[in-house]
């Protein structure tokens, strides 16, 4: 088709197949405003062609449509919500992961040699320095370490586990199904709420590939309990020549209970503890993109590296240079908490939280109108990612009630249909926004997002 001449007339393109379909997909008035536009460009740059028309009306208007992955305002009092993307990073790792996405990096170039490197090897001393292990693997999260960890050392043989940390994380993640698509045998030992060194011992035997701990993300068993700790069973496995694995979940690079928070291990002690490997989440505690790490033994890691699915399983340059931002804040900073975001958020004061609610209350209710009362309460927040399941911290929050016939459910969905989605927590007769993770400096831009509701 010509470009030069007279351009198509409106009608003759909504009328064509691709035409047909931008009706379909945008609407009809949408697409007719969007070809009037991109006719009059196409005539000032002298080429009116139908297909560069109409190419451009589509570009024009998928720009207008709100991103499904836009941001949302987490106010749901989870911090880390694993629904809501976890972690949310530093300006140094967004930086780090911009400049990663926009310009080539050494990913598996060295540059001392001028030879080719491994993708992990930038992040390994930051790693042994926080950790205290030897080497570190990383992968696409920590589903991902565990179950390269069982593929590469359980196939085709046993792996003891203790009947109380046979765990589901949530969504398909449950160990026992882990261990049966890696080949491993699982072979639990204790019972539910009671496991001793002696049910390890006895289930050792010619078969046995593995030992591996589980940390109870996202439950608590209480009352007649006992389990075996890992620096217990670490002789164990060491007497039998058996690698002792910890899966920490979380696993927290700082100790949090100087935030108030309850203890959680660090990925420091597990080590000490006598793990051979230690796998933990890069998104969890650690507040950085999603990731799993391992970090262990040399000759341990070196077989998890040799491994074919951890291509399947590697992580790409842009999490790679965030993670080793993040890795790098916690090495500089005399207090992580003022790195993380997420630590931060963890560690805010409830009484500063309290404050804000009382200053806020009176401009939310004056966006939300007169059929909604606001009221600014005392509530609850938690960790998430079954990081501290039974640990709550107080925080404070709005709680609005309809007051008209207004109904409540329509109002938050009303609420998630903001140009940015105000996400809240549903009580009995009211919607909760905890305002943990609102922080102050972002507090007139949720006020502008919120007068927009209709
Ligand atoms: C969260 C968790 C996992 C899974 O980690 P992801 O990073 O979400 O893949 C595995 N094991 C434990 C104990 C966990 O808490």
């Known amino acids: 088709m010509s470009g030069r001449g007279r351009p198509p007339a409106i009608s003759r393109l909504l009328e064509g197949e691709e035409g047909r ?17 991109a006719v009059a460009q196409a005539r000032d740059c002298g080429n009116v062609a139908a297909e560069l028309i109409i190419a451009a009306a589509r570009v024009a208007m998928s720009r207008k449509r709100p991103a499904r992955l836009r941001p949302v305002w987490n106010l749901t009092g989870t911090v880390l919500h694993t629904n809501l993307g976890r972690a949310v990073l530093s300006s140094r790792a967004i930086e780090a992961a911009t400049a990663a996405m926009a310009r080539p990096v050494a990913l598996e170039y060295d540059l001392a040699s001028g030879k080719r490197g491994s993708r992990d090897d930038a992040l390994k001393d930051a790693l042994r320095a926080l950790t205290g292990a030897e080497d570190a693997i990383l992968v696409n999260n920590n589903a991902a370490a565990v179950l390269l960890v069982l593929d590469t050392f359980g196939k085709g043989g046993e792996v003891i586990v203790s009947r109380g940390e046979l765990i589901e994380i949530g969504g398909a993640f449950r160990m026992p199904e882990i261990m049966q698509a890696t080949g491993a045998a699982l072979r639990e030992v204790g019972t539910t709420n009671r ?123 842009i ?5 080793e931002a993040v890795l790098e804040d916690y090495l500089g900073a005399p207090n992580p908490q003022e790195m993380a975001p997420t630590l931060a958020l963890l560690a805010r004061p409830t009484e500063e939280i309290a404050g804000r609610a009382a200053k806020l209350r009176q401009f939310v209710a004056e966006a939300l109108g007169e059929n909604f009362a606001v009221d600014s309460v005392e509530c609850e927040s938690q960790v998430g990612s079954g990081a501290s399941p039974t ?12 007051t008209g016939s207004s109904e409540l459910a329509e109002f938050a969905a009303a ?28 507090e007139q831009a949720f006020l502008a997002n919120l007068r927009r509701l209709q």
């Open 21 to 37: 379909a931008l009706v379909t997909r945008f609407g009809h008035k949408p697409t007719v405003d969007a070809l009037r536009v």
């Open 195 to 317: 496991t001793h060194l002696a049910d390890y011992e006895r289930a050792i035997g010619e078969n046995t590939r593995l030992i591996l701990k589980v940390h109870p993300s996202n439950f608590r068993i209480e009352g007649f309990t006992g389990e075996v700790s890992a620096s217990q069973l670490a002789p164990l496995a060491q007497k039998h020549g058996i690698p002792l694995v910890n899966d920490l979940g979380s696993g927290t690079l700082a100790d949090i209970t100087r935030f108030g928070l309850a203890r959680e291990p660090t990925v420091a002690e597990a080590v000490a503890e006598g793990a051979d490997i230690v796998t933990f989440s890069g998104d969890k505690l650690l507040g950085g993109p999603q990731a799993g790490l391992a970090v262990g033994r040399t000759h341990l890691i070196e077989s998890l590296a040799r491994n074919p699915l951890k291509r399947a399983l590697r992580l790409d340059k």
């Open 319 to 323: 999490r790679l240079a965030a993670l």
């Open 391 to 402: 640990a709550t911290l107080p925080s404070a929050g709005l709680a609005i009630r309809a």
């Open 415 to 442: 609420l998630r249909a903001l140009p940015e989605p105000v996400i809240g927590r549903m009580l009995d007769d009211a919607l909760l926004l905890d305002l943990r993770c609102l922080l102050r400096e972002h």
